[in-house]
């Protein structure tokens, strides 16, 4: 029997970039899975969490938990997201043990989308083509709290035409950290200007990564500038469809 997926489309996908949503869709799909949407879903709570806001962010969590419970798995198309729930919804509710009981159930169930691909669906190659020279930007919470690393470059490599050059200090944050870049917008800056330069002496076609705050802010930065290098989720490269425009790019009238 197929495994029954909730699909955890994440705010940022849901309000800038769909495409992201429909290439894990498709993605989860060919890898055998029956890919479930919950319309209740809403924030993963993270912005509140990294506030301080623990009260807001129970309240988030509850109906996270309440949305996806019952499925064989959520897969978020995001590190950060997919971390806050395995990682740290438990601990929210670590004074109320049936509540901590129902997140657990659900965190243990949680995964990044390329990592679940691999990791547990088995997923070894993709039948997508891509004739571009990319980079790839390792996202802090899914390379330090999810461990995923080797996955999308197993997978990317194995796309048709495509060629990887890593880029120095691909494990380095980006600056974004959510609510980090507004708080303390001048060190955030020079952590992009950093990791911009990076990406540029690749002279890579593409900037990839999994997390889509990641590439706003790298996308972002590399417009401003003036570079050639365009920036998308790793996913959309993976499920062959780069029909939408680059992040930062403007949909053609």
Same mark, same amino acid.
């Given at each position: %029997? ?81 971390? %806050? ?105 020079? %952590? ?13 076609? &593409? ?34 469809? &780069? ?11």
């Amino acid at each position: %029997m197929a495994p029954r997926v909730g699909l955890f489309v994440t705010c940022l996908v849901d309000l800038y970039r769909p495409s992201v949503g429909f290439a894990a869709l498709k993605l989860l799909e060919a890898a055998g899975c029956t890919v479930v949407v919950p319309a209740e879903q809403t924030c993963c709570g993270q912005p509140a969490y990294n506030s301080g806001e623990r009260a807001t962010t129970k309240q988030i969590a509850h109906q996270v938990i309440e949305a996806f419970d019952g499925l064989d798995y959520v897969v978020a198309p995001s590190g950060s997201c997919a971390g %806050m729930i395995r990682n740290h919804y438990p601990e929210l509710f670590a004074d109320d043990p049936a509540a901590k009981l129902a997140a657990e159930r659900v965190a243990h169930r949680t995964y990044e989308l390329i990592s679940f691909l691999t990791d547990v669906m088995g997923v070894t190659s993709v039948p997508a083509h891509c004739a571009k020279k990319i980079t790839y930007h390792d996202s802090c919470s899914g390379l330090r709290e999810l461990g995923v690393k080797a996955q999308p470059r197993a997978l990317l490599n194995t796309v048709d035409g495509l060629s990887i050059t890593e880029m120095e200090d691909a494990e380095t944050c980006c600056g974004f950290g959510g609510t980090f870049c507004i708080k303390y917008p001048d060190i955030s800056d020079r %952590m992009v200007t950093n990791k911009t330069d990076n990406i540029d002496k690749t002279g890579a076609d &593409l900037l990839l990564a999994g997390d889509l705050g990641c590439l706003l802010n790298m996308a972002g930065k590399l417009k401003r500038r003036g570079s050639r290098i365009e920036a998308r989720h790793v996913a959309e490269v993976l499920a062959g469809d &780069l029909s939408a425009p680059a992040i930062g790019e403007a949909e053609p009238r």
